[in-house]
């Protein structure tokens, strides 16, 4: 398997503008999630999916965020618009729900500098 | 949630042992002990899990002491691609929310040649 894949890895944009962020998790895993990661705030998680469904989003930081999983192979987490305070490495992660432990496989994230 | 707690920073020299602690003193008889590294511009990876008995894989040794309390992650023999940061983690068994669990700041570890 290839891994959880996200696109694009880097991403450099202006005050303002709309960023969509890609991930297609690990076939035949039913859960995914959106991590934020930033040296002050550390690893912090946005919202996760499960059976592309949205089962807690209490960690978007405002409306500014969305999400959404149209399929079990993808999911867009979106910015709009966009702050230089969204500066940031994004992970999408993915795992299957095993009742004895819950392993989660990460993508190399996207590195997002908002200017 | 339980939490844990890490030192920030440990270091080590190649090819010698390494044991990265932690302490999980509100740790419930549900929570699995986790353990997940993140290498420089990569995203975290898991290394190990246990709930009571220690633990050995490709990657390291987990021990977990008697009264589940504190746990040590033991890399038997380190190289400088160890060099990373560790986030010990608590998960409940069985628990749909468990991969929501927060990753802490995690122990930066240094290997030196």
Redesign the interface.
């Known amino acids: 398997d290839a891994g959880v894949i996200q696109s694009p890895r880097h991403e450099v944009t202006e005050m303002g503008q709309e960023v969509t962020l890609r991930c297609k998790p690990i076939s035949g895993h039913d859960y995914l999630f959106w991590y934020r990661q930033t040296m002050m705030r550390g690893l912090e998680l946005l919202i996760y999916f499960n059976n592309n469904v949205p089962i807690d989003d209490s960690g978007m930081p405002e409306d500014r965020f969305s999400a959404k999983m149209p399929n079990a192979s993808f999911s867009t987490l979106k910015i709009q618009p966009s702050e230089p305070r969204d500066s940031a490495v994004y992970f999408c992660a993915s795992s299957f729900f095993e009742p004895t432990m819950v392993v989660q496989y990460f993508g190399p994230g996207t590195r997002l500098l908002v200017l | 949630d339980a939490k844990t707690t890490q030192p920030n920073s440990m270091e080590s020299n190649e090819e010698e042992p390494v044991h990265l602690p932690c302490n999980h003193s509100t740790i419930s008889g549900t929570d699995?002990i986790?353990w997940?590294r993140q290498l420089p511009s990569?995203?975290?990876?898991?290394v190990i899990?246990g709930?009571t008995s220690n633990v050995n894989n490709r990657m390291a040794s987990l021990a977990i002491a008697e009264d589940r309390k504190s746990s040590t992650l033991i890399l038997h023999r380190a190289t400088l691609r160890d060099a990373a940061v560790y986030?010990c983690i608590l998960?409940v068994?069985?628990n749909?929310?468990?991969?929501?669990s927060?990753?802490?700041?995690g122990t930066t570890l240094t290997v030196k040649p």
């Open positions: 699995y986790h997940y990569q995203g975290p990876e898991y899990h709930l986030y998960r068994k069985g749909t929310n468990a991969g929501k927060t990753f802490g700041d």
